[in-house]
């Protein structure tokens, strides 16, 4: 791994950013910084929020790491932006960023695809409620559909159709675009992949245990009462298949590089079904992350995923 380490040239880690999740994506950038200059990267720390696309080109990068988070850093736009300047970068590439984002166009691909995902339906501020819920059946959740961070999410476990209204209209707040999904009241567990095509391997599962079972914002970043289990309490064979799903599942959205795709267990009473919920193309990479706890549960440290994450910055159109 040293040996790559000269290769890789002034490296730009870029965080921050406009996005609502600003504040994770700072945090998750520092530390990628720091583990990049710990192994003898010439990394330097560039945020697109403070500084322009002119200045990005000027600063002779030959290749950056993102550690932004939602909008603006995930969605394809930074990616069309590196594309033309020529700098590899490290993540998915311009299109399969922008369906990552928008979960509701990852869903309809994953079930066009038979992976299977909760149910939904798309939301509007005309949209029959009552008609809505009890379609899906039961409590709901109502997300924007191009945020993160469980931004915007609410729970709506009552039948009264004005509580789904007001949860509309606090998605709304930060998208224009809503939709409801089957609430599914099982296990959480996530899923980190590294690599592309046929090289994409993925690491072992982690389960979550938030308190409550709301694993939202402060349980995700600040929380010590949220529990980690890596590997997941699972039958080994079990655990396998959910990987292998998750394989296929990131394959079918074109994703490369590194992501993390997160899995609910709904409960049956033929046994557990997983239920695949979205692609994050740009995880985090904070202290409470979950990429940087399967990567030492698979015996690589923090600086050697960071650098191995780094190693796959490439072009999506080549010359």
Known sequence: MSEQVPSFGRVGVLYGGRSSEREISLMSGRAVLEALRSRGVDAHAFDPALQSIGQL?????????????GRFGEDGTIQGVLETLRIPYTGSGVQ?????MDKLASKRL?????????????LDAHSDFERVAAEL????????????????ITKVTSAAAGELALAYAEA???????????????RELTCAILGHDSAARALPLVEIRAPQANYDYHSKYFSDQTQYLCPAPLDPAFAHSIQRMCLDAYTALGARGWGRIDVMLDPRQDGEQPLLLELNTSPGMTGHSLVPMAGRQAGMDFGELVVSILSEATLEVRP
């Open 57 to 69: 080109e000027r600063c002779g990068f030959a290749r950056v790491f993102i550690a932004l988070h």
């Open 96 to 100: 399969a960023s922008a369906v990552a």
């Open 172 to 186: 709304a707040r930060h998208d224009s675009r809503v939709f409801a999904e089957q609430l599914v009241a099982g």
């Open 110 to 122: 994953w079930a066009w695809a038979g992976i299977p995902t909760p149910a939904w339906r798309e």
């Open 137 to 152: 059946g039961g409590p709901v959740v109502v997300k924007p559909r191009s945020e993160g961070s469980t931004i915007g």
